[in-house]
């Protein structure tokens, strides 16, 4: 049974439980209690993005049809507002702006209004899912979701089709292995932003203090007793829960079973109950990486690389655990009832201009999922030559042979596994 003596949650975590919570999914106890009813064996996908999709939208549920598509009026207002996740694009460090957004409205005319306001998939989205339904504007003309909850509303009908005469570049430069998946073949409504890889990442100079090393490869150095209280996780539940599904040998892009699941959850709450965990969090455990609150987190590839170009030292680390990481990719979708289809349209083909993309992935550091990148970024002053051969950007075969996607999840089993991370996490 869970306990209620946990570390308090982040808010992003917290509020992934009021928007699991309001979604009436089975709890922990419950779902033991009646473990045969989940039928896991029939039907389930393999690896990767195949697989049904863990959709809970109007169309997964058969309730409420499919709202209206807004009208475009992009020909009359030169503006887009698109919500992103935080370090996720190039900036000055001067002026705080990104030099590839104005460059874009320079040369476009549409002004942009970006906002690094997604935390965590299920709070966004918890937040504007009533708006979503209803086909309603809510000042939104591009999101970038994470594959499995971009799944979700693509299934459940709320995302606009794309145009792709407005994307040539898309449809030539998308790399081969992200063109055709699950919920969107042939990338009719998502364009991958970015993509990345799960792992450890850790403050280098705060672990050798604690612990005298100078890197982790194992999750079970996380559970170092030096640690406790120094450590976070990440709040979605696939990212973390996965990783530790990988430290018990769990191949999480094929079909696993209740049992392996729970196990995982078991090492989950005995440390959050034990106090080594210190909270669980969404983008914002960077900070407290930085302030030293935090030595150590389960992490994006992505973020502790930027927050070394920040410091202008290797003053943070990161590594797959030597049992395996996962692999991830975030996409732009245009919501359902957006008023500014077209410009989002036409930044997302300016993104996908190999040159363009050579400058965010020399900043995020992020896997680039644009062909010719890779060249381009070679030609950037003052990229190091370390950006340019990073395996955390442009992927080798060996550690690509190392991650997983986590598989999609039937309807009934994202029910069911939220059920159980919901009351580990707020119960």
């Given at each position: 049974m869970p306990s209620s003596k946990h570390p308090p949650l982040g808010p992003e975590a917290a509020a992934v439980v009021r928007a699991l919570s309001s979604s009436g999914r089975l709890s922990r106890r419950s779902l033991l209690g009646s473990a045969g009813v989940l039928g896991l064996g029939a039907g389930l996908a393999g690896c990767g993005t195949s697989g049904t999709s863990g959709g809970t939208g109007a169309s997964a549920q058969g309730a409420t049809p499919k709202p209206p598509q807004a009208k475009d009026v992009s020909d009359t207002e030169k503006t887009l507002a698109w919500a992103n996740w935080t370090l996720y694009i190039d900036k000055n460090e001067d002026s705080k702006t990104s030099p590839t957004l104005m460059e874009f409205t320079k040369s476009t005319g549409i002004t942009v209004n970006y906002q690094e306001e997604v935390e965590d998939n299920d709070s966004f989205y918890g937040k504007h899912q009533g708006q979503w339904r209803q086909g309603q504007d809510f000042d939104r003309d591009l999101v970038v979701f994470t594959?499995?909850?971009?799944?979700?509303?693509?299934?459940?009908?709320?995302?606009?089709?794309?145009?792709?005469?407005?994307?040539?570049?898309?449809?030539?430069?998308l790399l081969d292995t992200l063109k055709n998946i699950d919920y969107d073949p042939g990338r009719?409504?998502?364009?991958?932003?970015?993509?990345?890889?799960t792992?450890?990442?850790?403050?280098?100079?705060?672990?050798?203090?604690?612990?005298?090393?100078?890197?982790?490869?194992?999750?079970?150095?996380?559970?170092?007793?030096?640690?406790?209280?120094?450590?976070?996780?990440?709040?979605?539940?696939?990212?973390?829960v996965g990783l530790i599904m990988k430290s018990q040998n769990v191949k999480v892009g094929e079909k696993f079973t209740t049992n392996q699941f729970d196990a995982a959850m078991d090492v989950l709450e005995k440390q959050?109950?034990?106090?080594?965990?210190?909270?669980?969090?969404?983008?914002s455990y960077k900070e407290d990486l930085v302030s030293g609150d935090a030595v150590a987190a389960i992490c994006w590839s992505g973020d502790i690389f930027q927050l070394n170009s920040e410091a202008k030292g290797q003053k943070y680390g990161f590594a797959l655990p030597?049992?395996?990481?996962?692999?991830?990719?975030?996409?732009?979708?245009?919501?359902?009832?957006?008023?500014?289809?077209?410009?989002?349209?036409?930044?997302?083909?300016?993104?996908?201009?190999?040159?363009?993309?050579a400058k965010v992935a020399?900043?995020?550091?992020?896997?680039?999922?644009?062909?010719?990148?890779?060249?381009?970024?070679?030609?950037?002053?003052?990229?190091?030559?370390?950006?340019?051969?990073?395996?955390?950007?442009?992927?080798?075969?060996?550690?690509?042979?190392?991650v997983e996607i986590f598989r999609s999840l039937s309807t009934q089993e994202e029910r069911d596994f939220t059920g159980i991370y919901q009351e580990v996490l707020g119960a």
């Open positions: 594959d499995w909850m971009a799944s979700r509303v693509v299934k459940a009908g709320w995302v606009q089709k794309l145009d792709k005469k407005n994307i040539p570049n898309g449809e030539k430069n009719n409504y998502s364009l991958t932003w970015q993509s990345g890889y792992g450890l990442g850790w403050n280098v100079a705060r672990l050798k203090a604690l612990t005298g090393k100078t890197e982790l490869r194992t999750l079970d150095e996380l559970w170092d007793p030096k640690l406790k209280g120094r450590i976070e996780v990440l709040s979605d539940m696939r990212d973390t959050l109950s034990s106090g080594q965990i210190r909270q669980v969090k969404g983008n030597e049992s395996g990481g996962l692999l991830w990719n975030d996409n732009m979708i245009v919501p359902i009832g957006a008023r500014h289809k077209s410009n989002a349209e036409i930044l997302m083909n300016y993104y996908y201009d190999p040159a363009v993309a020399a900043y995020v550091n992020y896997i680039c999922p644009v062909k010719g990148a890779q060249e381009e970024i070679a030609k950037l002053k003052g990229v190091s030559r370390e950006i340019v051969k990073s395996p955390y950007i442009f992927p080798t075969a060996e550690d690509l042979g190392r």
